[in-house]
């Protein structure tokens, strides 16, 4: 059975813990997480003992080690750990493959990670990258063990997939808070959205966005585009509205 150091407490971390938990041959080994507080809290959350350390002194070889910290700390942290022998993997959407003196490879799966939210692990996109075959055919047996979503693809694909997630998953959801605020603002419960954003998400499985796309700009409305601006409080909030729309006239002409 092969093993599995995880290093990071964050959500990525939280998930990648679960997902390994469920897996026949592979073993979670070790965690690790520079704040103790923070590691105890994580390790508290799980139902099974976990091998976990604060300290770089007492961590152990593993077959893998998952490397999921925030982007800026990752190239100096491998340097601290990286042994010829193991594969360390990084799970950052945006940094290139690096090259330590470890077995490089990057593990980056597409996906938002809440501690609160149940994902269904198999369904998960992980976009995998290694410095050669041997590595991407180890790093690809541990990736199909969680998932049904494998994928092989460069550093620059990644980069633009992890925009592209920015834009689908991150700006989306920003603009989720700014209708909120909206509601808030007339008294009106949020929850009156909730099952047109479930049907817009259900909409993009079946066709383009392109072709989903409806609304004011979308016809051209601009009546209705300017009581819109001028019902909206916030001068950020018309600013954003502008943009949008204006982006949307662009793209239908």
């Known amino acids: 059975m092969k093993t599995v150091s995880i290093f990071g407490t964050g959500n ?6 679960k997902a390994i938990s469920l897996l026949k041959n592979f073993q979670l080994h070790q965690v690790y997480g520079r704040n103790e507080k923070n590691l105890s809290t994580l390790c508290d959350q799980f139902c099974f003992e976990i091998n976990f350390t604060s300290k770089l002194a007492d961590i152990e070889y593993a077959d893998f080690y998952l490397v999921c910290i925030k ?13 010829p022998n193991i594969i360390c993997m990084h799970t950052s959407g945006s940094l290139e493959l690096l090259n330590k003196n470890c077995r490089n490879a990057v593990f980056y799966p597409l996906q938002t990670f809440s501690k609160e939210s149940d994902l ?3 369904e998960i996109p992980f976009c995998l990258e290694a410095e050669n075959e041997s590595v991407l055919e180890e790093i690809i047996e541990f990736a199909s063990a969680i998932s049904d979503s494998v994928h092989k693809i460069s550093t620059e694909q990644r980069r633009s997939l992890h925009v592209s997630a920015v834009f689908v998953c991150n700006f989306v959801n920003h603009l989720y808070s700014i209708g909120e605020e909206i509601c808030q603002e007339k008294k009106v419960p949020f929850e009156v959205l909730k099952p047109l954003i479930k049907e817009t998400a259900l909409k993009v499985q079946q066709i383009s966005p392109k072709e989903a796309q409806t609304g004011p700009a979308k016809r051209n409305d601009q009546k209705t585009i300017a009581n819109h601006l001028n019902g909206l409080s916030s001068e950020q909030q018309k600013t954003i509205y502008q943009l949008l729309t204006n982006s949307i006239l662009k793209n239908y002409g």
């Open 12 to 17: 990525v971390a939280f998930h990648m813990i």
């Open 71 to 83: 982007d800026d700390a990752i190239a100096d942290f491998i340097e601290k750990i990286a042994h």
């Open 120 to 122: 269904n692990y198999a």
